[in-house]
């Protein structure tokens, strides 16, 4: 990585060091702009995919109106802690869509709230869920934003690189990225703004981003966002298809090998090829799982990593199936998974449920 060891100049800077890593921003915002199939004025480089959420729902707070919330109980923390924080400050009134058992978001439950809404409304609405992978049809949900004339934001967090995008066609305001969700550094997200809406900067200060992110940009991370999406991109059929085997062979092998064991959200539906979550019946031995998991170097998690280490246990499994006998795990797959890994696992599982 050459902007580690010999292009150190500033990319706000007009001499030529600073012209240079400025370069490779704005390549690193063309090359995920056409990726995304987006325009690269609409693609904005910030720390994380949290930071991209917050200012989203800030900036339709402030910038464009909105004055009534629709989102899910199932959200990441990035969002729901948001919507709480804003509810609690009282700039808007917020309302939760419906979940149905299968862990989807209530479409009809959505439309009754987008109608009943008397003020200018966000909807914020995950693509893919972190935990259960379940995944929401976004172009059906942008199209019924669009007839309610509700700003729509969509967390992408677990589907950009891992999922084609096609942004100019698809009716949504808002979405964001992660780098480290498909092989990228840590510490640098995505916000795309569609060219529609004006919102303004969550974090003030200097100019850079376009005037939509005050701080000197983190070259290393924005060169390497582009470039991890590159090569997700690259395979991304074969990968997709190598991965979601992966998950299929598991849930097989665990249904076969583990009495009592379930599955939560729609697993073999509209599901996110990369995760899997599964319930093991509660007992003395089922309830260390995890750490036995992880002293037999196996690592999975309760919930998603950034709560794991939390007590009160999964947000998003308590909303959709509330057993209080049961145990979850969410098992995470990736490119550089194998078939013999995950028998390694389900035989090991045997022996810690
Ligand atoms: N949204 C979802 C769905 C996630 O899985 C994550 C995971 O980390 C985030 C948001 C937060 O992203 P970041 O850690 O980059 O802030």
Same mark, same amino acid.
């Given at each position: 990585?050459?902007?580690?060891?010999?292009?150190?100049?500033?990319?706000?800077?007009?001499?030529?060091?600073?012209?240079?890593?400025?370069?490779?921003?704005?390549?690193?915002?063309?090359?995920?702009?056409?990726?995304?199939?987006?325009?690269?004025?609409?693609?904005?480089?910030?720390?994380?995919?949290?930071?991209?959420?917050?200012?989203?729902?800030?900036?339709?707070?402030?910038?464009?109106?909105?004055?009534?919330?629709?989102?899910?109980?199932?959200?990441?923390?990035?969002?729901?802690?948001?919507?709480?924080?804003?509810?609690?400050?009282?700039?808007?009134?917020?309302?939760?869509?419906?979940?149905?058992?299968?862990?989807?978001?209530?479409?009809?439950?959505?439309?009754?709230?987008?109608?009943?809404?008397?003020?200018?409304?966000?909807?914020?609405?995950?693509?893919? *869920? *972190?935990?259960?992978?379940?995944?929401?049809?976004?172009?059906?949900?942008?199209?019924?934003?669009?007839?309610?004339?509700?700003?729509?934001?969509?967390?992408?967090?677990?589907?950009?690189?891992?999922?084609?995008?096609?942004?100019?066609?698809?009716?949504?305001?808002?979405?964001?990225?992660?780098?480290?969700?498909?092989?990228?550094?840590?510490?640098?997200?995505?916000?795309?703004? *569609?060219?529609?809406?004006?919102?303004?900067?969550?974090?003030?200060?200097?100019?850079?981003?376009?005037?939509?992110?005050?701080?000197?940009?983190?070259?290393?991370?924005?060169?390497?966002?582009?470039?991890?999406?590159?090569?997700?991109?690259?395979?991304?059929?074969?990968?997709?298809?190598?991965?979601?085997?992966?998950?299929?062979?598991?849930?097989?092998?665990?249904?076969?090998?583990?009495?009592?064991?379930?599955?939560?959200?729609?697993?073999?539906?509209?599901?996110?090829?990369?995760?899997?979550?599964?319930?093991?019946?509660?007992?003395?031995?089922?309830?260390?799982?995890?750490?036995?998991?992880?002293?037999?170097?196996?690592?999975?998690?309760?919930?998603?990593?950034?709560?794991?280490?939390?007590?009160?246990?999964?947000?998003?499994?308590?909303?959709?199936?509330?057993?209080? *006998?049961?145990?979850?795990?969410?098992?995470?797959?990736?490119?550089?998974?194998?078939?013999?890994?995950?028998?390694?696992?389900?035989?090991?599982?045997?022996?810690?449920?």
């Amino acid at each position: 990585m050459p902007f580690l060891t010999e292009k150190f100049g500033n990319p706000s800077s007009i001499y030529s060091y600073g012209r240079e890593t400025r370069m490779a921003i704005e390549t690193a915002r063309k090359s995920v702009a056409k990726i995304l199939n987006a325009h690269p004025a609409e693609i904005f480089f910030t720390s994380c995919g949290t930071e991209s959420s917050n200012t989203v729902i800030h900036g339709a707070i402030k910038d464009l109106g909105c004055k009534h919330i629709i989102t899910s109980p199932i959200e990441h923390h990035a969002v729901t802690h948001t919507v709480e924080y804003v509810d609690q400050m009282d700039l808007v009134k917020v309302s939760y869509v419906k979940i149905l058992p299968n862990g989807h978001v209530d479409i009809e439950n959505l439309e009754e709230l987008l109608a009943a809404s008397e003020e200018k409304t966000l909807v914020s609405l995950m693509h893919a *869920n *972190n935990e259960i992978g379940n995944m929401l049809n976004i172009k059906a949900v942008g199209e019924l934003c669009k007839l309610y004339n509700a700003i729509f934001h969509s967390d992408t967090v677990q589907t950009v690189g891992h999922f084609p995008f096609d942004l100019r066609n698809t009716p949504v305001h808002f979405i964001t990225g992660s780098a480290h969700k498909f092989h990228g550094p840590k510490g640098v997200g995505l916000l795309y703004i *569609n060219e529609n809406v004006r919102i303004k900067p969550f974090v003030h200060g200097g100019g850079q981003e376009r005037n939509m992110r005050a701080g000197t940009e983190n070259i290393y991370g924005i060169v390497g966002f582009a470039k991890a999406l590159e090569i997700a991109t690259e395979n991304y059929e074969a990968e997709s298809a190598h991965i979601g085997t992966l998950k299929y062979y598991m849930h097989e092998q665990l249904k076969k090998n583990i009495k009592g064991v379930g599955f939560n959200g729609d697993v073999m539906g509209n599901s996110l090829y990369t995760v899997l979550s599964v319930s093991f019946p509660k007992t003395e031995k089922s309830e260390m799982i995890l750490f036995n998991l992880d002293i037999n170097n196996i690592c999975a998690s309760g919930g998603s990593a950034c709560t794991s280490g939390a007590e009160q246990g999964s947000h998003v499994i308590r909303a959709i199936n509330n057993n209080p *006998n049961q145990v979850t795990v969410r098992f995470s797959f990736s490119k550089y998974n194998t078939k013999e890994e995950v028998d390694t696992v389900v035989e090991k599982l045997k022996t810690l449920v």
